[in-house]
């Protein structure tokens, strides 16, 4: 039996953020009413061709899960469990947002076999919450982490952002304190990107700009201010008992998010939803990120003839053929040549913080890692950034912080 | 089979760039039938793709146009393009030599330029009946009847009954045809005498081998005749002549005075045809040459390397088989510490460099890496020696150096009265010497400046136009070598000296352009893991410094699941620059910086 990450997007929020480039955006009921039953379609449909998988992993992400009617959600689970064989111990994660969540419906979850809850707080002072556009204050999200607490939540997440404009480390170090305080299991601290298209590329992307160039800015950190802050995370959350198990990941022991370290580690993921991608046997694809395309084309899918994933004919072959029964659900295919897998292996793999195994590699990929890599590894190793021990390659500390200049090398 | 000479017209288009020339081509070639308007791509002339990009015709062309004029004849036009840049003057003579007639194409708003001029005056050098016509009188800008007085008082030539066309909109263009004609004289020259043909441009195809375009001035050519070229002494049995279609060769049985087409002769190596010689049967060769044949020589020097050292080669060929159609094009092996093995080669001027380099990087594909371009410069050795220095690292040590001269150009500058003060300001500012001024009419002066070449290679051209809004031109031709106070700049970095980076320098600007190319090469190298030092010397001596941080931290620290092949990308973005970088030691150098010295006066 193989396993299976199963990812649901829901792309709704009550307003979008200032920073957010994500999938999201405001709709009424009835659109959003629209949308589940199609996902519902496209999570039957995807059941019926993918017996032989069983789902160990399940994440509710969005745009605000948590702002849906709770019924949607336990309809959305309750097809899951209808459709797929799910674990035992499946890690089922929602993500929420403070200002969205009633005891109802965090009841509701729990009944549905949610296990964890992940909460996108990103500050803990109100005027970057609202500089952020959040629709939430500081206090609604003690509110909402009481009631989660209250409802049975063992196992809950935190989501933090640093990064932001005017944000010093010692006013980070506020936040990261308030956090511990409330132990959570697990704390997810993202920097802040600045991303074309949102409101804040207008405002800030020269800065942007001088703080990657390693220039005076203006309103965002500086880069060695943002350095700071991002050493300060690792300090602070480790002193509080929070092991650091990925580049922005960090957990109480048992804690570390499955569905998470699935991404790192290649393991096969569903995305069901608007414009949510896939990784099936190193074939990679997306769902169109088009709402009326999405609910058109997974009304359709139940005429599709329902096979086995590498059955003649199957919709992953012809999805790799790129003629998917002419649906325009998929919209973009990437066939992983053997090459890929391996480099891929190496810049997913070294994201966390144990790294990858040579054992695993050589199962993997038939050969030693210095077949492929030797120089690379040797090079790194030179430069301290690079350990490689024990049967196992990770990053040091220093090569942490130089994530991307380590992985760029492991491309061909 | 004999042609009636006096049914055929040889003649060229001369006009200042963006005047409409090469549009006025694509017109008469539609008109005349010899496309379909549907076959026509725009500039059908301009085909190299450089050339439809930048809007300018790099290369001659030819093509032979069949019209049934007005009084029921039917007559052979061979039209041929002429480059319409001031790097390429002796192309556009070699093309005028091939013709009997031009047609001046006058923009109806912006009336004569500097560069109008040039190119009439290089026609009246060589006989050639100017036709004018006057373009874009669609423009609501359009003055026609000054534009027309203009050419009558500034260039001296009847200009009452020129056609006012527009060549866009194809208005007018029957007009030109009959006037090509009646004004346009038909070619003389004796079939029966010694074959005596000019090559006015050549191509290189690897079937046929060199096909060399040219004007038969004497005598006739056909298949079997052996043919001698007269500078080079290279002789070969004829293979094929025949003439230009629109864009492709159409053989014919036989080429007579009088007529423009191409040879080809088996001629395999590329040196033995060079644009301006003459063509002449080895059993009966004409008494002399066609005047006017000169090996050009370049002005403007610099190093091209592969960026990948495996393709030296590659690049060699590549460099040969340019060479072919473009005599001016000259080049020798060097080597650099820093850059490895590559080619020193010289160019008529800035422009040619650069077109020359995107063909290199479009036609064959190769990646480079190019150094600054500089002059000749004469050094003049205590030993009584004299050097001619391409390449600012052959400079011998300053003791052994008496002293040192560069080159000089006649420049003439054409611009409206408002901003005459800019363009002054801007040639002292490049150390030129102000000769004079005279107003052509109430508006519009003509600047003289001896300028000194190494000034002007770099971006003159750029500035003058954007503090002139456009509205200047510039036409220079080289004066002579003199002395001058020059030093060598050379750049460290990480203490090690980058000889591709080292420059002639006037001394008294060496301390400013070492300052600018410092803060330059800052912007263009990469962090590394440790701090870079970029300093600019002279004689052993820092002259300005900057540092380039280490790099602290480099993390996305943002990536959700379903962002992998966004992740990826971003990885191979930071590759994809890393593929462009030359490691001198330690350090990273993307291959841009080499070229970064040309850039010191972008603000």
């Known amino acids: ?412 | 089979m004999s042609i009636d000479q006096s049914k055929i017209r040889n003649f060229c288009i001369i006009a200042h760039i963006d005047h409409g020339k090469s549009t006025l081509a694509d017109r008469i070639i539609e008109r005349t039938g010899t496309l379909t308007s549907r076959e026509m791509q725009a500039q059908v002339l301009d085909n190299m793709d450089l050339e439809r990009e930048r809007g300018i015709t790099i290369k001659s062309q030819a093509v032979r146009i069949i019209y049934k004029a007005k009084d029921g004849e039917e007559y052979i036009f061979n039209l041929i393009d002429t480059p319409g840049h001031v790097d390429f003057n002796y192309e556009v003579s070699r093309s005028l030599a091939a013709c009997d007639g031009a047609i001046l194409v006058v923009d109806a708003a912006q009336g004569v330029e500097a560069q109008t001029l040039a190119n009439v005056y290089l026609a009246l050098d060589h006989d050639l009946d100017v036709m004018p016509v006057i373009n874009k009188i669609d423009l609501p800008s359009a003055r026609p009847d000054e534009v027309i007085e203009e050419i009558e008082d500034v260039i001296g030539i009847e200009a009452s009954d020129a056609p006012r066309i527009s060549a866009k909109t194809g208005l007018n263009i029957d007009e030109v045809l009959e006037q090509i004609v009646t004004k346009i004289p038909a070619p003389t020259g004796d079939a029966n005498a010694p074959l005596k043909a000019l090559i006015f441009d050549a191509i290189y195809d690897s079937y046929k081998g060199v096909i060399v375009f040219c004007r038969i001035m004497e005598g006739s050519v056909k298949v079997g005749t052996k043919i001698r070229m007269m500078a080079t002494g290279a002789e070969d049995l004829v293979t094929e002549v025949g003439y230009f279609g629109a864009g492709q060769f159409i053989p014919c049985d036989e080429l007579s005075a009088g007529m423009v087409g191409y040879i080809a002769a088996s001629i395999k190596n590329v040196r033995d045809t060079q644009v301006g010689d003459t063509v002449t049967e080895v059993d009966n060769p004409c008494a002399e040459p066609l005047p006017g044949y000169k090996k050009v020589n370049p002005m403007v020097y610099c190093g091209m390397y592969p960026a990948d050292s495996a393709k030296y080669p590659d690049l060699r060929d590549a460099l040969e088989k340019l060479q072919i159609n473009d005599a001016a094009l000259q080049y020798e092996p060097e080597t650099s510490l820093a850059l490895g093995f590559g080619f020193r080669c010289g160019f008529l001027g800035l422009l040619h460099l650069e077109i020359i380099q995107e063909r290199l990087e479009r036609e064959f594909n190769l990646d480079l890496v190019t150094t600054a371009p500089g002059v000749i410069y004469k050094v003049y050795k205590t030993n009584g020696e004299m050097i001619e220095l391409t390449n600012p690292s052959n400079l011998p040590d300053p003791s052994e150096i008496d002293y040192m001269e560069e080159p000089f150009v006649s420049a003439e500058i054409m611009v409206t009265s408002e901003y005459v003060g800019a363009i002054m300001k801007l040639c002292q500012e490049r150390r030129g010497v102000y000769i004079s001024m005279d107003y052509i009419e109430e508006t519009r002066a003509v600047l003289k400046y001896d300028l000194p070449l190494n000034e002007i290679i770099y971006d003159f051209f750029d500035a003058l136009k954007s503090r002139s809004r456009g509205y200047a031109s510039f036409d220079y031709e080289l004066k002579g070598y003199v002395r001058s106070e020059l030093v060598k700049l050379d750049i460290l970095i990480n203490k090690e000296m980058v000889d591709a980076l080292s420059f002639i320098v006037f001394k008294e600007s060496a301390y400013e352009r070492g300052r600018k190319m410092c803060e330059r090469l800052k912007e263009e190298i990469p962090r590394h893991l440790f701090e870079i030092p970029i300093q600019a010397s002279v004689g052993g001596k820092v002259i300005a410094r900057e540092t380039v941080k280490a790099l602290r931290k480099d993390v996305l620290a943002k990536c959700y699941g379903g962002d992998i092949s966004r992740k990826k990308k971003l990885l191979e973005k930071q590759k994809e620059g890393k593929k462009r970088m030359r490691q001198i030691g330690t350090v990273e150098i993307p291959q841009e910086a080499f070229m970064s010295v040309l850039k010191l006066d972008e603000d």
């Open chain 1, 1 to 412: 039996m193989k396993y299976l990450e199963l990812y649901i997007h829901t792309p709704f929020c009550v307003r979008k953020c200032e920073y957010c480039d994500f999938l999201s955006f405001a709709a009424d009921s009835r659109t959003q009413a629209q949308y589940i039953h199609a996902l519902l379609e496209e999570i039957r449909f995807y059941g019926a061709c993918m017996r032989e998988y069983q789902v160990s992993t399940i994440y509710i992400g969005g745009g605000t899960p948590s702002w849906l009617d709770a019924e949607l959600i336990v309809s959305v689970m309750d097809t899951v469990y209808r459709s797929f064989s799910v674990t035992e111990d499946a890690e089922i994660s929602i993500e929420c947002n403070p200002g969205t969540v009633t005891a109802a419906k965090l009841a509701a979850y729990r009944r549905a076999g949610i296990n964890r809850l992940s909460i996108g707080l990103q500050s803990c002072n109100n005027e970057e919450l609202k500089l952020l556009g959040r629709i939430h204050t500081y206090e609604q999200f003690l509110k909402t982490y009481e009631l989660a607490r209250n409802a049975g939540f063992t196992n809950i997440n935190v989501d933090l952002m640093s990064g932001l404009p005017y944000q010093t480390a010692d006013r980070f170090a506020d936040t990261l304190q308030q956090i511990i305080r409330l132990k959570p299991e697990h704390v997810s601290a993202y920097t802040l990107i600045i991303e074309k298209g949102t409101p804040f590329y207008e405002k800030y992307k020269f800065d942007a700009v001088k703080q990657e160039a390693g220039m005076k800015t203006d309103i965002l950190p500086t880069e060695d201010e943002a350095y700071r802050i991002y050493k300060l995370t690792q300090h602070v959350l480790k002193k509080a008992g929070y092991g650091q198990y990925e580049i922005s990941n960090y957990a109480k022991p048992g804690y570390a998010c499955r569905h998470n370290i699935g991404y790192w580690t290649r393991d096969n993921y569903l995305g069901v939803g608007l414009g949510a991608a896939s990784m099936i046997e190193n074939v990679r694809y997306a769902n169109t990120r088009d709402i009326y395309a999405y609910i058109e084309n997974c009304r359709k899918l139940c005429i599709l003839p329902q096979k086995a994933f590498f059955e003649e004919d199957s919709p992953l072959l012809r999805q790799a053929e790129g003629d998917w029964f002419g649906s325009n659900l998929h919209v973009s295919t990437d066939i992983l040549s053997r090459n890929a897998q391996i480099e891929e292996f190496m810049f997913l793999g070294l994201r966390m913080t144990e790294g990858v195994t040579r054992a695993d590699f050589e199962r993997n990929f038939g050969m030693p890692v210095e077949a492929v890599y030797r120089e690379v590894i040797e090079g790194l190793k030179r430069e301290q950034l690079l350990l490689s021990a024990e049967g196992r390659i990770s990053l040091t500390e220093r090569g942490m912080d130089l994530a991307n200049y380590c992985m760029a090398k492991f491309l061909f």
